[in-house]
């Protein structure tokens, strides 16, 4: 028996070394999970012909990731780490040390090992400079502050700001600012363009909801 225990560990162990026996994709939506876990079920534990309509279920599952709309910009709860989706749909994190676990999810759920070069190649899509970065996404200019000394001429001119310090003041151009006291009430934040000029905001705290832990209650 130990002959062939230690057979089938050597037959694991071969197998995940070969090239490519594991490999990164987006996560799939909690639909696409549902159906994958239904059709798998329907083909394992019917028995006859018409198990096999389990078949065509389970491989729309499988193409699910496509479907699945990925965040263009994210932002951690801590304000310590950005990501931003690059126009190759990779995702570029601003910092390799900061807030390591977040990024790490986020480069997995988006099928990638590694960051994307920040600010990278796309020049005209984001710039950086020590008091922050511009991106353009969506038709909209966004702001990513993190000096204060940028914070006003970013409020003049950026349809959005993102701050990791409070925003105090006023900021006339933007429809949309989420400072560092957003963070801390909501945590981690998503946005979301579409084509149409539109954004998508989405955060923990809304997800979560209020809870008698949460900050700010």
């Known amino acids: 028996m130990g002959w062939g225990i230690d057979g089938l560990i050597a037959v694991a162990q071969g197998v995940a070394a070969w090239p490519g026996a594991v490999k990164l994709l987006p996560a799939m939506p909690m639909l696409g999970l549902a159906a994958a876990a239904g059709g798998g079920l329907w083909l394992c534990l ?6 096999w309509a389990g078949a065509p279920v389970f491989a729309l599952a499988l193409a699910s990731p496509a479907l699945n709309p990925s965040p263009d910009l994210l932002i951690d709860g801590a304000g310590k780490l950005f990501a931003v989706r690059m126009a190759s749909g990779e995702l570029a994190l601003s910092s390799r040390r900061a807030a390591r676990f977040a990024g790490g999810i986020w480069l997995r759920r988006n099928g990638q090992r590694e960051s994307a070069p920040w600010p990278g190649p796309d020049g005209d899509r984001l710039r950086c400079d020590g008091a922050g970065c511009i991106l353009r996404a969506g038709g909209k200019m966004v702001a990513l502050v993190n000096d204060g000394r940028a914070l006003a001429d970013d409020c003049r001119e950026a349809a959005i700001v993102f701050s990791t310090i409070p925003v105090r003041n006023a900021c006339p151009s933007a429809s949309l600012v989420i400072d560092r006291f957003d963070l801390w ?4 934040h998503a946005l979301y363009f579409d084509d149409g000029g539109g954004v998508r905001v989405e955060s923990v705290g ?3 909801g209020s809870r008698p832990w949460s900050p700010g209650r």
Do not use: H, L, P
């Open 46 to 51: 019917w028995r006859g012909k018409w198990r």
């Open 185 to 188: 009430r909501n945590g981690a």
């Open 206 to 208: 809304a997800i979560r």
